[in-house]
């Protein structure tokens, strides 16, 4: 499948076009996650999190721009609202 094909198969909720799609950018999404934390427990947490914002939000991406780009965008503001939750409590 190329990639147009898996992000309009995800647009539809398409289980095997999201797991395609997360296997394909998750060592981009933990490499950018690898740069704020260490900590293993936080790495999986933002990593779901961000993956959850991008299948939510996939369906308002218009292929305007890289969807690589896109990814990455979604993901930093998902971690950057864990930390800013994380620290409301501290």
């Keep these: 499948m190329t990639e147009k094909e898996i992000i309009l198969a995800c647009k539809q909720n398409d289980r095997r076009a999201q797991e395609a799609l997360y296997r394909q950018y998750f060592p981009l999404v933990k490499s950018i996650c690898l740069r704020y934390t260490q900590d293993e ?7 779901n999190n961000g993956f959850l914002k991008v299948f939510k939000g996939i369906k308002d991406y218009t292929f305007s721009g890289s969807f690589e780009g896109w990814v990455r965008r979604v993901v930093f503001n998902a971690m950057c609202d864990f930390f800013r939750k994380e620290n409301k409590y501290l």
């Excluded at 427990?41 to 990593?47: A, E, G, N, S």
């Design 41 to 47: 427990d936080r790495l999986v947490t933002i990593i």
